[in-house]
């Protein structure tokens, strides 16, 4: 199953809102820009490496993807 709960930092309350706004899985993680992340988010982004988690989004989907 591919869930937000594999990126390592992404707390609970910032998994909730990402889903809330439609960004239920890794794959849809890694296709979302760090600005938009970031504007889904509010204050909740504030010292958060949201590229970091873009990266191991993009990680997880690329290894579920060669499955």
Excluded at 8 to 35: N, Y
Aim: charged fraction near 20%; charge should be negative.
């Amino acid at each position: 199953m591919d869930t937000l709960t594999e990126i390592q930092g992404l707390s609970i309350a910032a998994e909730d809102r990402l889903r809330r706004a439609g960004i239920t899985s890794c794959s849809s993680l890694a296709a979302t820009s760090p600005q938009e992340i970031r504007e889904v988010l509010g204050y909740l982004a504030q010292g958060s490496n949201v590229e970091c988690w873009i990266e191991l989004a993009q990680t997880v989907a690329r290894k579920r993807a060669s499955q």
